[in-house]
């Protein structure tokens, strides 16, 4: 294993159980987090998920972020997500790490997922209550789509543990 101190290691780990939602999982993970206040990582920092990947195309973008945003509003949830949905709120949130794929314009991606997504949403970039993760890793493109990204820091497990903390007295 190679533990850079710099914080530009990245490490992909693929969960090969369909039955696991992974953006559930990883939500789950970080409001334990946030309850415990005890990080159970050593290493870890951030933690990202990618329910849905393929190779940096538009169109196959197009195709992953469609399923991923079927996947997270189901068939067997739709009466429940569409009250909850009335008056929601959403954020695309597009990175890109290592890449000098250019093929990809970032508002182009942006577009193709706003486009995905269902009727009664409004943008709201500063506390969305769903978000879309478009990761872009070289050649690999990630998609997910998760509620309470910004409330848990970004999944950002450091940061999230800092924002609980209190000031000690002296």
């Known amino acids: 294993m190679n533990n850079t101190s710099d914080g530009k290691a990245m490490h992909l780990i693929r ?19 946030l309850t415990t206040k005890h990080q ?5 920092h951030k933690i990202l998920p990618m329910s849905h990947t393929c190779l940096s195309s538009m169109e196959n973008l197009k195709k992953i972020a469609r399923e991923a945003i079927d996947q997270f509003f189901a068939p067997e949830k ?11 709120t959403f954020a695309v949130m597009y990175k890109t790490r290592g890449s000098k794929n250019q093929k990809m314009d970032r508002m182009d991606v942006i577009n193709a997922v706003v ?22 890793i070289g050649r690999l493109t990630g998609v997910a789509v998760v509620a309470g990204f910004n409330s848990l820091s970004g999944f950002n497990i450091r940061t999230l543990l800092a924002s609980t903390k209190t000031p000690e007295t002296s």
């Open 78 to 88: 739709e009466t429940a997500k569409k009250a909850e949905t009335k008056n929601s």
């Open 40 to 44: 159970e990582t050593r290493f870890t």
């Open 15 to 33: 969960v090969v159980d369909k039955s696991i939602p992974i953006s559930q999982f990883v939500t789950r993970l970080m409001r334990h987090t």
């Open 115 to 136: 486009d995905c997504m269902p009727e009664g949403f409004s943008v709201n970039l500063d506390n969305p209550d769903v978000s879309v993760l478009v990761q872009v």
